[in-house]
């Protein structure tokens, strides 16, 4: 969903160990910037929301709600723009693999095909919404194949490598207002819940992607909720949004491959799934659930609660998993005034959480005092190194900043870049890197005021850490796993969370029993 710190110094940085000593760039004495120099950026040109970014080689493909800027970044203090490809989708969140370019979209079009536009009605009966296939291996000329349909459109997309020769598309959605055949005002097909409550699955052969199809829907719900519902006007204070009251969907997914887990950022809580060798989530049995639902000194700053459940990625080890809720608040950081009908609340934290157990481990919110505007969490991922655990984050005005929990009951902020900012996203990914004691951050901004975003951005990360390049980087699928041996615990992870004052849910069933005894990878 779009919304629109204690100042550290970096001689701090310096005496931990985690940086090196700033180059003149650095902005000395700027107290927005430390340890992170911007390099480029580039605007989509007309005006568009900027939504995510993935990777492949040398490319980057940076979705906006008006299509996809290309770039080589080969070099990336200096990328070079290929194509800015208009093909009109909001939110246009992208993954690739190879030539084939998936592009998420959730507002009802008047087609599947770019040059489509809004229909007049989100619930247009001839409308489209879903996922498109492009082929991108001009990008000069990109050229449409497909666009696979999808109850409640897109809203993120999750690729799962199934084969060499085929993967798998996990496609988040929910009802944010009645759609063709979603929600609950027109009524949906026969078999279609109007709350939604499942996923989405698609099948891509990558030689002939042409005939990719939907081939499961598993149902999504909330264990050990009390009404098993999301509601937002009456939980968070919400009126007038565009949110459905009680939907159940998610509304993005991480994988780690070779774990064959998904950490499921669903509405109302955060859970945690096995993936079974068919390649499809095993939703119905959840290894474990956790929500925080009470903020219990209010307003206070110290505890927080969680309004609703956005994103989530892996420490390279799977070890640690980092769950993000973006708050329906104000502020830095933010506020909700009434969440779950107990009054105020700080949300818009971000979540560090045990893989096995679901146990949480601590939770961590925007830090620097005296930023104005909207300093929710969004989306970010870690860096791939042995040295630490380093965590890269947007959060929206509060800007761009890295994050280390390598002791993860004690998360640090170490870097941070907040100039003028609006920030939907922001990664790590070396295709080609900086070169000794940096690395690339990539990045777009552009969502609150989106004609004053810079786009497609990069950064250099001032670092004594060793990271190691990747082929290709969709940042919710985690492959080549750090470390060796891990394995899930089947008595723990099957285990839900007891419910207490901290707002955790939890309830064993004997088909989470069940699923217990084939967790190990």
């Given at each position: 969903?779009?919304?629109?710190?204690?100042?550290?110094?970096?001689?701090?940085?310096?005496?931990?160990?985690?940086f090196a000593a700033p180059a003149a760039a650095d902005h000395d004495?700027?107290?927005?910037?430390?340890?992170?120099?911007?390099?480029?950026?580039?605007?989509?040109?007309?005006?568009?929301?900027?939504?995510?970014?993935?990777?492949?080689?040398?490319?980057?493909?940076?979705?906006?709600?008006?299509?996809?800027?290309?770039?080589?970044?080969?070099?990336?203090?200096?990328?070079?723009?290929?194509?800015?490809?208009?093909?009109?989708?909001?939110?246009?969140?992208?993954?690739?693999?190879?030539?084939?370019?998936?592009?998420?979209?959730?507002?009802?079009?008047?087609?599947?095909?770019?040059?489509?536009?809004?229909?007049?009605?989100?619930?247009?009966?001839?409308?489209?919404?879903?996922?498109?296939?492009?082929?991108?291996?001009?990008?000069?000329?990109?050229?449409?194949?497909?666009?696979v349909y999808t109850d409640c459109g897109a809203h993120t997309v999750?690729?799962?490598?199934?084969?060499?020769?085929?993967?798998?598309?996990?496609?988040?959605?929910?009802?944010?207002?009645?759609?063709?055949?979603?929600?609950?005002?027109?009524?949906?097909?026969?078999?279609?819940?109007?709350?939604?409550?499942?996923?989405?699955?698609?099948?891509?052969?990558?030689?002939?992607?042409?005939?990719?199809?939907?081939i499961a829907q598993p149902k999504i719900s909330y264990p050990g909720?009390?009404?098993?519902?999301?509601?937002?006007?009456?939980?968070?204070?919400?009126?007038?949004?565009?949110?459905?009251?009680?939907?159940?969907?998610?509304?993005?997914?991480?994988?780690?491959?070779?774990?064959?887990?998904?950490?499921?950022?669903?509405?109302?809580?955060?859970?945690?799934?096995?993936?079974?060798?068919?390649?499809?989530?095993?939703?119905?049995?959840?290894?474990?659930?956790?929500?925080?639902?009470?903020?219990?000194?209010?307003?206070?700053?110290?505890?927080?609660?969680?309004?609703?459940?956005?994103?989530?990625?892996?420490?390279?080890?799977?070890?640690?998993?980092?769950?993000?809720?973006?708050?329906?608040?104000?502020?830095?950081?933010?506020?909700?005034?009434?969440?779950?009908?107990?009054?105020?609340?700080?949300?818009?934290?971000?979540?560090?959480?045990?893989?096995?157990?679901?146990?949480?481990?601590?939770?961590?919110?925007?830090?620097?005092?005296?930023?104005?505007?909207?300093?929710?969490?969004?989306?970010?991922?870690?860096?791939?190194?042995?040295?630490?655990?380093?965590?890269?984050?947007?959060?929206?005005?509060?800007?761009?900043?890295?994050?280390?929990?390598?002791?993860?009951?004690?998360?640090?902020?170490?870097?941070?870049?907040?100039?003028?900012?609006?920030?939907?996203?922001?990664?790590?990914?070396?295709?080609?890197?900086?070169?000794?004691?940096?690395?690339?951050?990539?990045?777009?901004?552009?969502?609150?005021?989106?004609?004053?975003?810079?786009?497609?951005?990069?950064?250099?990360?001032?670092?004594?850490?060793?990271?190691?390049?990747?082929?290709?980087?969709?940042?919710?699928?985690?492959?080549?796993?750090?470390?060796?041996?891990?394995?899930?615990?089947?008595?723990?992870?099957?285990?839900?969370?007891?419910?207490?004052?901290?707002?955790?849910?939890?309830?064993?069933?004997?088909?989470?029993?069940?699923?217990?005894?084939?967790?190990?990878?």
């Open positions: 969903m779009q919304r629109g710190l204690v100042r550290c110094l970096l001689a701090v940085f310096v005496a931990l160990g985690v004495g700027d107290p927005d910037v430390a340890g992170i120099t911007k390099l480029f950026n580039q605007a989509n040109g007309s005006g568009a929301i900027n939504s995510d970014i993935a990777f492949w080689g040398d490319r980057a493909y940076q979705g906006h709600y008006d299509g996809v800027q290309i770039f080589d970044v080969s070099d990336p203090a200096a990328p070079a723009l290929l194509n800015n490809f208009q093909c009109h989708g909001p939110q246009n969140d992208p993954v690739v693999w190879g030539n084939l370019l998936f592009l998420a979209v959730d507002r009802t079009q008047t087609g599947p095909e770019c040059g489509s536009t809004n229909t007049v009605a989100h619930d247009d009966p001839n409308g489209w919404e879903g996922v498109r296939i492009l082929d991108v291996s001009d990008p000069a000329n990109p050229e449409f194949i497909k666009g999750t690729l799962y490598p199934k084969s060499r020769g085929q993967v798998l598309l996990y496609v988040s959605s929910y009802p944010l207002r009645p759609g063709p055949t979603c929600g609950p005002v027109t009524g949906p097909p026969a078999g279609n819940s109007p709350l939604h409550e499942k996923i989405s699955v698609i099948k891509v052969p990558v030689l002939n992607p042409g005939a990719a199809k939907v909720d009390p009404d098993n519902k999301f509601l937002p006007v009456t939980d968070h204070g919400l009126a007038g949004e565009g949110l459905v009251d009680g939907l159940t969907a998610c509304h993005d997914i991480g994988v780690f491959v070779e774990l064959r887990l998904a950490a499921a950022a669903c509405a109302e809580q955060a859970q945690l799934w096995r993936i079974k060798r068919n390649g499809l989530p095993d939703t119905e049995h959840p290894l474990w659930v956790y929500d925080d639902n009470v903020d219990t000194d209010g307003a206070g700053g110290g505890d927080v609660v969680v309004d609703f459940w956005h994103s989530a990625t892996f420490s390279w080890d799977g070890k640690v998993v980092n769950f993000i809720d973006e708050s329906f608040g104000t502020g830095c950081p933010t506020v909700t005034p009434n969440v779950y009908g107990r009054g105020p609340g700080d949300t818009g934290a971000m979540f560090f959480l045990s893989t096995k157990s679901g146990k949480k481990l601590s939770h961590f919110t925007y830090p620097r005092a005296g930023e104005t505007g909207y300093c929710s969490a969004h989306l970010g991922n870690v860096v791939r190194t042995k040295d630490r655990d380093l965590l890269v984050n947007a959060w929206y005005n509060g800007g761009v900043d890295v994050i280390d929990f390598t002791d993860p009951f004690h998360p640090a902020e170490t870097a941070y870049w907040d100039e003028t900012s609006d920030n939907w996203s922001a990664y790590w990914y070396e295709g080609a890197g900086l070169g000794e004691g940096q690395f690339p951050v990539y990045a777009t901004d552009g969502v609150e005021d989106p004609p004053t975003g810079e786009g497609f951005q990069v950064f250099s990360v001032l670092s004594d850490v060793t990271t190691t390049a990747l082929p290709y980087l969709n940042p919710q699928t985690q492959e080549q796993a750090l470390g060796h041996g891990f394995k899930v615990k089947a008595a723990k992870a099957a285990r839900y969370r007891s419910a207490s004052a901290t707002g955790t849910t939890a309830r064993r069933s004997a088909a989470s029993r069940a699923a217990a005894r084939h967790l190990a990878p």
